[in-house]
């Protein structure tokens, strides 16, 4: 059953950290998950986690590093001389999880760390690996992966297949490539179990085989995954040599941080936070959206400004200000994120762009008639302005078909420029939509107050 | 590599299709994945893909009915008896895919299927699996793995992987269950392929095992396969029976559908859509958010309206109604998006809501102080009125610092009460954080201009 931490369970193993009985607070631990412990460290104090992970014996504590998350871990790694981090952390990491923490270090303690690598075959695979962008299948990949020749029986394969699996921990695949190192399939474990030991890998390998190139991005790759329910993918070089492999569970990782950053995009914070960073993070990944925001409702008062006689001689157009600015701001983010959650799908491409407006056109005329509709009801029986009420409505209705086609555009022109299309959700559609709301009503309203 | 669709590849298969070219236009699609195949469907006619799909045989039609949007799967459905369902799709699925698809039919299309699949054992398993909640590891796991007893050698466990294998479309563990039937370990194929034949089982078994009841949220099983980087979980009964098996890739759905649920909360929208469904269903999604909007707009009319004798003396006040509703809104969604993602990654319990909220009134602070700061040196700058500048500053302020404290507290609060938290974001908060704002505004008016 999985591990549920609790507030009793922290404080019993504090007070044994701290009255040093090293035995016990062990035995607390020893049972669980690496990261249940890391979630355990999150909670004590780092003088505590420390003195915890330092009783540890390696191969657990360099897998709860890997789980801690990163602003902790960096406390640790402070704590630690680069001999010291090679020896107890690195020597037993898969290449690809090595790469992403050393990736964390200055580059002077990266050299430092891999130079006291002793296994040198080792600490090469962690040095190419920390040469690839880490937004891209070479940044993911680790380099541990059972590779046999196409040439060999199932027999010599198994034998192989003991050795090299000593260095990878799980594996799912074994990859089939030729006399040159060019991968030409794959054989399941399965297969092999099921065959006869005499039997050729090149009778029994799957050819039809999808892997990408070192330089994919990181999201097509998740999208490629998930697309064909991979759990293991090979990545190969630019002349088709096997290089490395990627696992579903580094993949579940980047689709987690994606879809987290659209969310934060729509929500105008612009660095990965979490609410357990420190104050001036949180400040800092907030105060941009804001400042936008107040820009918008500066600009949002000179437009009224420009509008001042008008509305000395009808002052309660005012009452509406706040309505037209949010109704306007509301369909646009619906819009906009429609989009960006297509474009993201990847399922938005192919279709043209007039059709997708035509939709979004019919269900924003639908919607601004309904609700200017019930606005006019309101008015009707509650204002003294016929005037207003006339202007309200029309002046919501052109608003909400407005922010519609402008929430749908921005993204696509956006993402046709490479430009990250969740950008263009939240608070820049919000203020955007403000602002020529708050015009359109102006102007409708001018319009109306002259006729009637 | 992968497969990329380009319209002029479609208009070619259209073209095949129409003319009944049959084998040209099953040899263009012949070597593709199930999922391209599932993709060209939905560029296609409903009737143009019928007619391909009956031209694919039962095992490929059957992986690309499971890749296919719901709704296009349904006009597939409807096309076809129960009779034909059960030969020629659900004969070639795994029970969970199959029970899946079945949930999707009206109850007496369900019994006609079952009733006529010929493997009454699968019928069973999958009539079973109907049973359980959609949105439980019941309602995720599939009936085929792999299971050996305890006290098996490995040999005799080949030979049963061999057998059992055969039902089983792929597997990564073999699971060890003592004589009734209890779970109680996992054995890796690589242990059983390094291992020793005469071996027994219960040496190399792994007890140290995660697994879930079939009751267990979907939301609970993907937090647990993403923390413990799982790639298959075992289901257990009440009793600790293994009765199935949930393996990533589901998962990766269910961490898709979250953040994507999450999403288009916050944006305003409240059901599961996408940009490809129809005006109907897009509009119907829309429409409540927005009528809240429409409310709370109203309602922030009445607000202003009981402030009209004031408003009447100083009208200028009315230049900031959008800034200081945007800005309240803003800090607000800023808020509360970190504290449902905080719930959502199951790392905000622990600590107390004090500690939280007094963070938060840092940052809320610290943003007020410098939003509130710029907007007193522009208004110093371009504004007539001194009581207006001092007034509008002090209500940013004061509007920010209250925001982030609702934005922070509803979700908590909804979440402690088990309603799901993400309902605080977007239009909610927007809303109310707008009628606040403008409340504060006008009080603060009240007394500035009374003052000064």
């Known amino acids: 059953m999985p ?179 060019i991968l030409i399939g794959t ?28 330089d994919t991005p990181s999201e097509e790759v998740a999208n490629i995954m998930k697309k064909y329910d991979l759990v293991s993918l090979p990545v190969i070089d630019t002349i088709g040599r096997l290089v490395g492999r990627i696992t579903i569970d580094d993949v579940v990782d980047v689709i987690k941080e994606e879809a987290e950053k659209d969310y934060q995009m729509i929500s105008g914070i612009t660095e990965d936070v979490e609410h357990s960073d420190n104050v001036f993070l949180l400040t800092r990944a907030r105060l941009p959206w804001l400042i936008i925001g107040l820009t918008g409702g500066i600009l949002g008062s000179r437009v009224i400004s420009m509008h001042e006689s008008e509305l000395r001689i009808s002052p309660e157009m005012a009452l509406f200000f706040p309505l037209i600015g949010a109704m306007g701001g509301n369909a646009g983010v619906q819009s906009s994120s429609i989009v960006v959650q297509g474009i993201a799908a990847g399922t938005i491409d192919l279709q ?38 006339i202007t309200v409505s029309i002046a919501l209705f052109s608003v909400i078909l407005f922010a519609s086609v402008f929430g749908t555009f921005v993204p696509l022109i956006l993402h046709k420029f490479n430009v990250d299309p969740a950008l263009a959700t939240g608070p820049f559609i919000t203020t955007t939509n403000d602002i020529i709301g708050l015009s359109i009503y102006l102007a409708v309203g001018r319009l109306m107050y002259g006729i009637i």
Request: glycine share 4%.
């Open 3 to 181: 591990f549920e931490l609790t507030r009793d369970y922290i404080d019993q193993l504090k007070e044994l950290i701290n009255g040093k009985e090293d035995t016990a607070a062990l035995e607390m631990i020893s049972e669980l998950h690496p990261a249940d412990i890391a979630e355990i460290f999150s909670e004590l104090e780092t003088e505590e986690s420390i003195y915890l992970y330092n009783l540890l014996d390696s191969e657990v504590s360099a897998d709860v590093l890997v789980e801690l998350p990163e602003d902790e871990r960096e406390e640790f790694f402070r704590s630690m001389p680069g001999e010291m981090i090679a020896r107890r952390v690195i020597d037993n990491m898969e290449s690809d999880d090595a790469a992403d923490l050393l990736g964390e270090l200055s580059e002077e303690k990266q050299e430092e760390v891999l130079q006291s690598i002793e296994d040198v075959e080792q600490a090469g695979d962690i040095a190419d690996l920390l040469s690839y962008d880490e937004d891209t299948a070479g940044g993911l990949m680790a380099k541990e992966l059972i590779k046999v020749y196409e040439d060999w029986d199932v027999a010599r394969c198994i034998t192989e297949i003991r050795r090299q699996s000593e260095e990878v921990y799980e594996f799912y695949y074994v990859y089939v490539v030729d006399k040159d190192d």
């Open 187 to 214: 054989v399941t474990l399965k297969k092999i179990i099921i065959a006869r030991s005499t039997t050729r890998i090149r009778n029994i390998v799957d050819t039809d085989l999808i892997s990408v190139r070192t």
């Open 352 to 389: 043209g762009i007039s059709g997708k407006l035509m939709k979004e056109l019919s269900v924003a005329f639908i919607n601004g008639l309904i609700l200017s509709g019930l606005l006019f009801i309101y008015n009707l029986l509650f204002s003294d302005s016929f005037a207003l009420t």
